[in-house]
Each structure stands twice: as structure tokens, then as C-alpha cells.
């Protein structure tokens, strides 16, 4: 079938809005329709190039909603009509990985996800014969795309697609790594580095548990009243620090972060957000994607002493169990998602959401078709 696609051709270069084509469902695969979908950061930094799993030419997305319209043989878990939130990070329940229960990172498709291929090798995308990757098993830049079975949460409804597309990854991302991965408690003082579509999550996560100090950092002082709004306690901007940024936050967190969260993606935030954790107990979580070849380094003593580097992916979440779980909490206003999507767009200026993020004018934008 013909569907409207903004394709990746090239690393660095604007996404192009055509018409290209779409094989049906095989075995263990559906075909949904994208309503809507927003655009990550990690969008931007695979179309970077920095991303040494980036393959081109590829449709890009991983944060859509929509609604099952065929499914392949033998899918029992959705049909036709089922509103789904397609799953980067899908949950088989019967890998070495999902059976454990200590991760989320399923890993019954990820090899050949990592190749911008479906599970049995091929791509269903196509432009003029010549055939285009996947992305990150979901390539929700399309307003059709396939997805193997495990790779959808079947959600609710009532549920907007425009709002809860968000929970695709932002949301889940953020609010998981606290309540997931981190595991955050009441009373906790925590540092969160980047006050994005990612970062703000992590702070309302926080607040969701009862952290009393939740102190945020960014280079762009505009993300303060929005943080605020969404229980940040305190601001700090780097460029307005004299002297040393891991002394200051120790001394705003009485000796040290319970907890930090680094949402930017750059290794040397990554290593301040460590040291900035208490002596002996505090935990640092990575959100953020770092480009190829980058890697993060501190004093072995820093962990020797009791600080502890974790990382997290899609928030710990296990997203056929977990999603319909937070569509509900936004459904039920536990959850603010709404305040977060600052732009919604057509298609044809999808490119317009990369420039507002890079400009730091948005917080999420989201795309509808
Ligand atoms: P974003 O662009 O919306 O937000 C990044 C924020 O960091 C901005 O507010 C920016 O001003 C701030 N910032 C940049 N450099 C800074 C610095 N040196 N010090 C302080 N603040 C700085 O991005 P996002 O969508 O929130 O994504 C954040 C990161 O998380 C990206 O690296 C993205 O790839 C990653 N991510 C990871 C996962 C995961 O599962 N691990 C999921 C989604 C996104
Ligand atoms: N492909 C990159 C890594 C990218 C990455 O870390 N992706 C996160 C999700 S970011 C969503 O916005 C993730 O879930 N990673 C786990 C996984 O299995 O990909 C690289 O460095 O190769
Ligand atoms: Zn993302």
C-alpha cells in the first residue's frame, strides 16, 4: 500500500515528506495506523549521525499511537480496531531477558531491530522498489507502519492519540527511571541534569513519590518555570555558577544527591551527575544517548566509596504490562502530559520540530497525520 512517510536519506540532511510503499503483515506482525507521534531527541541524534547504529535511508519515529488495521497470521494478543502505542523496547514474556524479571531490555527481536530489519531479515518499506529501513522496530515517522506483535501495548480507547503518543517513550523514559530503575523514595533530594521532554518527566516522576528536594540544572533558563510547574524545587544553571557545579549541588543536596538523573546525553554532565551523589549510598541513573565513540570516565574511589552508576532504557519498563498502566494514570490526572507538548504539527513541517528542539524552544513536539 501507499503510505505518506518523512524519510531519512542521509545523516544531517532534512527529512523528506513522500508518498512510498508498505508491505502488509506477515506472520507475528500488525499493521497499524499512526495518528500521531512525537519527535525525541533521540530522532535528532540518530539523524546526527551520531548513532552508531544509524542506517540510512531509514523512516525514523519511535513515540506514535494509533490503531491496528490488519493483523499477520497467527497474532492473538491484538486485532483490527485495538488502539496500541508501538514498543522500542518490545516484551516476548518468554526470552532469557523477560523471564528473568530484572530487566525490561527483551531481547527477542533486538538483533535484527538493530539492523533496520523486521524479524525475518526483510524490511516491509519501500521507496521506487529500492528498500528503506526501520527504525527502532517502530518507524512512526508514517502514518502506516508494521510491528512485530510483542512490539504493541494495547491501550484504552478513550485515550488521546495526540497526548499519549508521549508515553511511547518521553513519558515512560522518565517517570520509569525513577519509579523503575531508580526506585526513589519518599524524602529523597535529587538531581536531574536536562530539563527536556525527558528530564521534566524525571522531575514529575520524582514528585509522584514524595522527593523533598528536587533540584534541577540547565544551560537554558527558560526551562525554569516549566519545572517548577512540575515539581522542581530548585535551579541551577550551570552558566551562572562560580566555581565548582558538583561543590554547589552537594552543598544544595546537605552532602550529596540520594539520587541524580542524567537526561542530556553528554558524558561529561554524566560524570558530574555521579560525583555529585551522596558518599555511600547515591545512585546516578543514565538516560541520556551518547554519540559513538564517546565514553564516560571518573576516580575508580568515587564508587569505591559507595556511589553507585546505573542505566536506564525506556525507564526499566516493561511496555505491553506497563504502558496501558501510565495511559491509565494520565487518563485518571495523575500524570501531566498535556503542559509538556508545546507544538503540534502536520506532517509536511515535521522538520520544524527538529529546529525547535535544537533551538530549545519546545518541549515535545508531537506530529499528527
Ligand atoms: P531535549 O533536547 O528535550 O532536552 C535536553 C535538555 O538538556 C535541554 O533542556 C538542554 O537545554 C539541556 N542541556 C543540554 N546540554 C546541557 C548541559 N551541558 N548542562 C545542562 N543542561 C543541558 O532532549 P530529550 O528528548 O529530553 O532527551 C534527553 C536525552 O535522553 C537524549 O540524549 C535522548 O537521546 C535520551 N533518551 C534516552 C532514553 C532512554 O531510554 N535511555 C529515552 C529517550 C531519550
Ligand atoms: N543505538 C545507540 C543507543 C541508543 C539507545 O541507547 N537507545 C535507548 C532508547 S532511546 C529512546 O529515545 C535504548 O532503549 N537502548 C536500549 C537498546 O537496546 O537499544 C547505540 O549507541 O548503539
Ligand atoms: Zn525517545
Redesign the pocket.
Known amino acids: 500500500m501507499d503510505v505518506k512517510a518523512a524519510v531519512a536519506y542521509a545523516a544531517g540532511e532534512p527529512l523528506s515528506i513522500e508518498t512510498i510503499q508498505l508491505e502488509g503483515p506477515k506472520e507475528g506482525e500488525v499493521l497499524v495506523e499512526i495518528k500521531a507521534t512525537g519527535v525525541?531527541?533521540?530522532d535528532a541524534?540518530t539523524l546526527s549521525g551520531k548513532d552508531p547504529e544509524g542506517l540510512f535511508p531509514t523512516i525514523l519515529g519511535h513515540e506514535g499511537a494509533g490503531i491496528v488495521v490488519e493483523v499477520g497470521e497467527g497474532v492473538k494478543s491484538v486485532k483490527p480496531g485495538d488502539h496500541v502505542i508501538p514498543l522500542y523496547t518490545p516484551e516476548c514474556r518468554q526470552c532469557k531477558f523477560c523471564l528473568s524479571q530484572k530487566t525490561n531490555l527483551c531481547q527477542a527481536i533486538r538483533a535484527t531491530q538493530g539492523k533496520g530489519l523486521m524479524p525475518d531479515g526483510t524490511s516491509r518499506f519501500s521507496v521506487n522498489g529500492k528498500p528503506l529501513y526501520h527504525y527502532m522496530g517502530t518507524s512512526t515517522f508514517a502514518n502506516y507502519t508494521v510491528l512485530p506483535e510483542i512490539a504493541v501495548a494495547k491501550i484504552r480507547e478513550d485515550a488521546p492519540f495526540d497526548k499519549v503518543c508521549y508515553i511511547g517513550?518521553?513519558v515512560t523514559?522518565g517517570i520509569g527511571a525513577v519509579i523503575f530503575t531508580a526506585k526513589v523514595e519518599p524524602g529523597a533530594k535529587v538531581v536531574v541534569?536536562?530539563?527536556?521532554?525527558?528530564?521534566l518527566n524525571v522531575i514529575q516522576g520524582c514528585r509522584m513519590v514524595g522527593a523533598d528536594r528536587i533540584v534541577g540544572?540547565?544551560?537554558?533558563p527558560s526551562?525554569r518555570s516549566i519545572a517548577e510547574q512540575f515539581g522542581m524545587t530548585h535551579f541551577v544553571n550551570?552558566k551562572e555558577i562560580r566555581g565548582d557545579l558538583v561543590a554547589h549541588l552537594i552543598e544544595l543536596t546537605d552532602g550529596g544527591a540520594d539520587y541524580s538523573f542524567e537526561?542530556?546525553?553528554?558524558v561529561q554532565?554524566m560524570r558530574q551527575a555521579l560525583e555529585c551523589c551522596h558518599k555511600g549510598w547515591g545512585v546516578c541513573t543514565i538516560?541520556?544517548?551518547a554519540g559513538a565513540g564517546e565514553e564516560i570516565s571518573t576516580r575508580p574511589f568515587q564508587l569505591v566509596t559507595g556511589r553507585v552508576w546505573k542505566g536506564?532504557?525506556?525507564g526499566g519498563a516493561r511496555g505491553r504490562t506497563d504502558v496501558p498502566k501510565i495511559v491509565d494514570w494520565y487518563m485518571d490526572h495523575k500524570i501531566n502530559i498535556d503542559d509538556l507538548i508545546t507544538h503540534t504539527l502536520p506532517l509536511n513541517q515535521i522538520n520544524d520540530a527538529f529546529d525547535l528542539?535544537h533551538h530549545?524552544e519546545s518541549?515535545r513536539s508531537v506530529v499528527l497525520f
Do not use: E, Q
Open positions: 525525541c531527541h533521540t541524534y517513550c518521553g523514559t541534569f536536562g530539563l527536556g521532554g525527558i528530564g540544572v540547565d544551560l537554558n526551562k550551570p537526561c542530556i546525553g553528554n554532565v538516560i541520556g544517548v536506564s532504557a525506556f528542539m530549545g518541549i
